[in-house]
């Protein structure tokens, strides 16, 4: 099995890194305050406009402002989450090419602005099958390191499952990573409402047990490098991708007490990607998983 030197800190008492996906509409910059103000140590932004493939190029100052402002906040580390638009694995030649543009773009941005890593959903084959989709994946992914020159890394995101989506099993992470030339350098996002949506219970022990062995033995437990803390309100293999603040949902706070007691988990940044209907809802949802992590019951 191919190992990776994540550079994180490994033991059992480590204290796992929260933080949240935060708006930049009001600016770069004030992402990295707000997330200083909501008591984050790390956290996940879009680099680019989220409704549409077209992005203005980032602007230099405000790049270098931006890492200037992670470096004095000590936030770390800095998650870019690619456009969801991007779909890589269309057989359509002109969304495929579309999608590799602005994965290269994505990729430069994320290098420009000094993430850690970029966040990518491996796409929908749209009916041309896990195999051809995923080779279109892999390929768009070393076209898109070929042009840009970056050296971030992209986590491939493990999906839900609902419509043609691609890495709903750890299995099909594998196989991206296997065809791509890239795979050495490729980590793996784990979404828990994704993986409880696509089949893997999360939310229990036993559940668990399973769903980390089947992690470790398909991609290697080192290549996980981000986790997304989500709740789902979707049932177990539903292949519903419907986010849920932590423990209103289906996995509940004594899953996510039991995710968080897990040594191979917890050396891991885990960013809340949950609802915001009201204001207060992200500091309720840090605060729980935080409490979490502390093995407190509610
Ligand atoms: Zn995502
Ligand atoms: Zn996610």
């Known amino acids: ?27 770069l910059t004030n992402a990295t305050s707000r ?11 879009f680099s680019r406009n989220p409704r549409t493939l077209k992005a203005k190029p980032l602007d230099p100052g405000e790049a270098n402002s931006f890492r200037a402002a992670v470096v004095e906040a000590g936030l770390k580390p800095v998650v870019i989450h690619a456009n969801y638009l991007i779909n890589v694995a269309s057989p359509k030649d002109e969304t495929y090419e579309k999608s590799v543009s602005a994965l290269t773009d994505e990729l430069r941005r994320a290098e420009i602005l000094g993430a850690d890593c970029l966040v990518l959903h491996p796409g929908n084959h749209l009916g041309s099958g896990v195999e051809a989709g995923s080779r279109r994946i892999a390929s768009a992914i070393d076209r898109a390191y070929e042009d840009s020159g970056a050296l971030v890394p992209i986590c491939l995101e493990n999906m ?26 490729l980590r793996i996002c784990l979404d828990t409402c994704h993986a409880y949506g696509g089949g893997y219970n999360v939310a229990t022990e036993r559940g668990l047990d399973a769903t980390l062995g089947e992690l ?19 049932q177990l293999g539903s292949g519903k991708d419907r986010h849920d603040h932590i423990g209103e949902g289906s996995i509940g706070l004594a899953g996510f007490r039991a995710i968080l007691a897990r040594p191979e ?28 992590a502390a093995g407190e019951e509610r």
């Open 1 to 27: 099995m191919c190992r990776i030197e994540t550079g994180l800190p490994k033991g059992d008492n480590i204290m796992a890194r929260f933080g949240i996906h935060l708006s930049i509409s009001g600016g």
């Open 35 to 45: 997330a200083v103000e909501l008591g984050c140590d790390c956290f996940q932004i």
């Open 160 to 185: 839900a499952g609902a419509g043609t989506e691609i890495g709903v099993s750890f299995s099909e992470l594998r196989s991206i990573i296997d065809i791509s030339e890239r795979g050495p350098f």
């Open 216 to 234: 470790d033995s398909a991609v290697g437990l080192d290549r996980v490098m981000i986790v997304h803390a989500n709740d789902s309100k979707g």
């Open 265 to 292: 988990l917890r050396r891991l940044p885990f960013v809340l990607e949950t609802p915001v209907d009201a204001p207060e809802d992200q500091v309720r949802d840090l605060a729980a998983l935080k409490a979490c």
